[in-house]
């Protein structure tokens, strides 16, 4: 993402923001920036054309001072990139702004090609465009972006190809999983506290017991763990509501209490007030697993940045 300072920096300095991230040229180095909790990242593209003047450069970057400095809590060279993770405090983008006036323009003694894709480290004479893969921020030609694309869609193909496991036995563990959270949910209620929460366990369970029962990671599991929750927290209530009701009338038949049910509306009422809170808690669990999956099944994500 890009925050208040990075975005002043970045249209004081002629850098575009787009995809989470402020980007362009700056001395005729192509870089990207971004800020993240509590840290600011920075990636630089350049190749180097020897490794001893790349030896010297990585001893001036990696040198006491420079660190201390410019606080620099990481520093990676990757991709024809060098990514450096600053610590943000105030004044963080200040001090990157420096940093950059400092060190773009030494770049040339060090044997830093400028202007390279980040893919084949080749010259783009301008003409790369900038994409960003599974969150992180690249330069490239186009060509190479297309053959990248290619090159990670048909992994991705083959792994769908190799996914292992089944929609029943996933099911089946999803199930227990469920009814598990169901379970604990009744203990709650039978020591007599509100237990629509525990339909946020219901959610996490069923999704458990999903893997551990080797679901099929597949788009289908999302509709088995809807079900399954479902089933769990209408489980979950009725048992719930009937060990409470236990307590107040020891013995009492479950046919009674569904008859209960059936013949008095605060009941029904109460029953279904449990019902919808446990509802809303996995809803709100399965909301993060919709992300999750959909992260899974729907591979890379790749965004060109215009
Ligand atoms: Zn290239």
Known sequence: MVGPALKKYAKSHGLAVNGGFAYGALYGYRIALDDGQNIKRLFLVSRFTDDERKAAFE??????DVVTHFRIQAREY???????????????MTLIGEFLDWLLPQLPQYGAAADVCTH????????GTWVVIDGLPYYMHESCLNSKTQIIRSNEETV???????????FIGALLGGLLGSLIWAGVMYVGFIAGIVGFLIGFFAN??????????????LAILIVVILLCVIIGTLLGEYVSCLKEIPGL???????LIKEYSEVRAAVLKDFLLGLLFAALSVIGLLARTKRETSGANIKVLK
């Open 59 to 64: 001893a001036l970057l990696g040198s006491g």
């Open 78 to 92: 990757r991709d024809n990139q060098l990514i450096l993770v600053f610590t943000d405090k105030a004044g963080t």
């Open 120 to 127: 084949c480290g080749g010259m783009t004479a301008g003409s």
């Open 160 to 170: 769908r190809e190799n996914l292992t496991g089944s929609y029943l036995t996933g």
């Open 208 to 221: 458990k017991g999903y893997a551990l029962f080797k679901g099929k990671e597949g788009k289908g599991k």
């Open 253 to 259: 038949p479950f046919k009674t209490f569904v008859s």
